[in-house]
Nanobody
Framework: VQLQASGGGLVQAGGSLGLSCAAR??????MGWFRQAPGKEREFVAV????????YYADSVKGRFTISRDDAKNTVYLQMNSLKPEDTAVYYC??????????????????WGQGTQVTVSS
C-alpha cells in the first residue's frame, strides 16, 4: 500500500486546513493520522476503522479535527479546524489491515506516507 499525503501548508491560528491521503487501495485498511513536531516523538492524531467507520481522536485534537474516508476514491481526509500553533508538525498518514486496541501506537501501522508539513502561525 503506497500512501501519498497532501494538503499541508501555512495557516494562521484559528484557521482551517484539510489533509488528504491517497492510496492505490485501502478498502480494508484502518487509516490513521500521526504528527511529529521538531524534537518530539511522533504522536497519534486520529484513526478511522475500515469496518464500521468508527473514529478515535487524540484528546488534543478532539472537537477540532475530523477524520473521514472515501473508499471509492481510496482517500482518507483530516479536516483541521481552530488550528493552534502547537498543531505545527509534519503530518503522516498510516495504514494497517489489522485493528488493534492500542491504535495510538505507531508500531501498529505497517504502511506510512511521506508526511506533509503543517505550520500554524500565531
Amino acid at each position: 500500500v503506497q500512501l501519498q499525503a497532501s494538503g499541508g501548508g501555512l495557516v494562521q491560528a484559528g484557521g482551517s486546513l484539510g489533509l488528504s491521503c491517497a492510496a492505490r487501495t485501502f478498502s480494508r485498511y484502518n487509516m490513521g493520522w500521526f504528527r511529529q513536531a521538531p524534537g518530539k516523538e511522533r504522536e497519534f492524531v486520529a484513526v478511522i476503522r475500515w469496518s464500521g467507520g468508527s473514529t478515535y481522536y487524540a484528546d488534543s485534537v478532539k472537537g477540532r479535527f475530523t477524520i473521514s474516508r472515501d473508499d471509492a476514491k481510496n482517500t482518507v481526509y483530516l479536516q483541521m479546524n481552530s488550528l493552534k500553533p502547537e498543531d505545527t508538525a509534519v503530518y503522516y498518514c498510516a495504514a494497517d489491515p489489522v485493528w488493534r486496541g492500542s491504535y495510538a501506537y505507531t508500531g501498529n501501522y505497517y504502511y506510512w506516507g511521506q508526511g506533509t508539513q503543517v505550520t500554524v502561525s500565531s
